[in-house]
T-cell receptor, first 111, second 115 residues
Framework: GESVGLHLPTLSVQEGDNSIINCAYS??????FIWYKQESGKGPQFIID?????DKRQGQRVTVLLNKTVKHLSLQIAATQPGDSAVYFC??????????FGGGTRVLVKP | DTEVTQTPKHLVMGMTNKKSLKCEQH?????MYWYKQKAKKPPELMFV???????INESVPSRFSPECPNSSLLNLHLHALQPEDSALYLC??????????????FGDGTRLSIL
């Protein structure tokens, strides 16, 4: 989701449960979307991407869903593990090498 | 481990100093980027180089000067920075210039502190 102010939205999830992270975008011309994971002290790490001609794409333990009608993107993580604890950013592009990032969501995995 | 290497990892400098941040990738990528990231915020695009030419400057102050000596290297020259410029500076690369549908791969950044 989008962050407001100085605090990141936080999703607390029990280890082994599934996580769903949501992202809203506003540019109807956006046609490429990507999710990144950023751990403390590191740069954003590519997780999965999706083009606007698709509504679902699966990777290893992750699924991205795109709903262009309501301009909504989500990342599902199956069987969440402690190593999944991080900040997750969605990003969108409408052209020319330029990505626009969402505000980020912190995921905390409880043992 | 990231395939985009940034040096130094940490940098402390005074407002009158001149320093440079360096970024290197050997993936054959032809687009390279500089981003600035403040705490608890998403990365903000500063510059894009496509085929070694500056293609995007997001109205960045002139105290930041990018340079792309070749397709593998990207520098960010810093001069007369302000305390508010303290941030994590991230470099990224992607396979082709001018393409919007390819992932950008990030380095782990340089943590910059301005005294």
């Amino acid at each position: 989701g989008e962050s407001v102010g100085l605090h990141l939205p936080t999703l607390s999830v029990q280890e082994g449960d599934n996580s769903i992270i949501n992202c809203a975008y506003s540019n109807s011309a956006s046609d490429y979307f990507i999710w990144y994971k950023q751990e403390s002290g590191k740069g954003p790490q590519f997780i999965i991407d999706i083009r606007s001609n698709m509504d679902k794409r699966q990777g290893q333990r992750v699924t991205v869903l795109l709903n262009k009608t309501v301009k909504h993107l989500s990342l599902q993580i199956a069987a969440t593990q402690p190593g999944d604890s991080a900040v997750y950013f969605c990003a969108e592009s409408s052209g020319g090498n330029k990505l626009t990032f969402g505000g980020g969501t912190r995921v905390l995995v409880k043992p | 481990d990231t395939e985009v290497t940034q040096t130094p990892k940490h940098l402390v400098m005074g407002m009158t100093n001149k320093k440079s941040l360096k970024c290197e990738q050997h993936m054959g990528h032809r687009a390279m980027y500089w981003y600035k990231q403040k705490a608890k915020k998403p990365p903000e695009l500063m510059f894009v180089y496509s085929y070694e030419k500056l293609s995007i400057n997001e109205s960045v102050p002139s105290r930041f000067s990018p340079e792309c000596p070749n397709s593998s290297l990207l520098n960010l020259h810093l001069h007369a920075l302000q305390p508010e410029d303290s941030a994590l500076y991230l470099c990224a690369s992607s396979q082709e210039g001018g393409r919007q549908d390819q992932p950008q791969h990030f380095g782990d950044g340089t943590r910059l502190s301005i005294l």
